[in-house]
């Protein structure tokens, strides 16, 4: 029972600490509510975003033309987060890039040495891709080869959260510095909000 609750805390408590110290819009606030509208994966598949804290991508039929920007979510983000069990990578593919996205999650897994097994990929028709895609509700658009090296941050009640004064909602792939100066950080927000909620719940059941 005490090895539970030390490493209970070990977990918790950088996250917390992290909610006091953090600046910027979501100081001592929650990770803004984009949009409602998103359409669950799990209509089209076997994953699903209910219950999960999931960030969501699209590569497109041009897997290796995204590489760049799958390594650095591999090593910023993934690297980081990837021990927490209600957390998950979930990548919606075109069919026919199957191979293209095993030989990709190869490289991931020699270039930060982790288990990449938390790298999920779902494969779907370009009209169910579209229309998930379309359904975030962004101003963003999929490429011609319905790729997109934004990124987006999907809660467990499957809406659609990130900064609300950011144009783009989405975190660019591309660049390190957004995704190592934005999105790490609201990250470890969302995360943190959802284990305050839990202890909370906890707490409130034993009165």
Known sequence: ???????????????????????GINHFAKLPVVTNTVLDIAEFSDEQFADNITILGFLGSDVLQHKGNALNLNQKIYKRFQ???????L???PK?????????????????????SGWKFVFLEPVQLQLIFNRLNTPLTLDQNLGSPYVFIVDKDGALRGRDDNGNIGYDARSVADIHNNMVDDVKVILAEYRLALKKYKADRKI
């Open 1 to 23: 029972m005490k090895k539970y609750v030390v490493l209970t805390v070990l977990f918790v408590l950088p996250l917390v600490v992290y909610l006091f110290f953090a600046s």
């Open 83 to 89: 021990k927490f069990t209600d957390f998950q990578f």
């Open 91 to 93: 990548i919606a593919q």
């Open 96 to 116: 026919a890039t199957e191979e293209d996205c095993m030989q990709l999650v190869a490289e991931l897994s020699r270039s930060t040495q982790v288990d990449t």
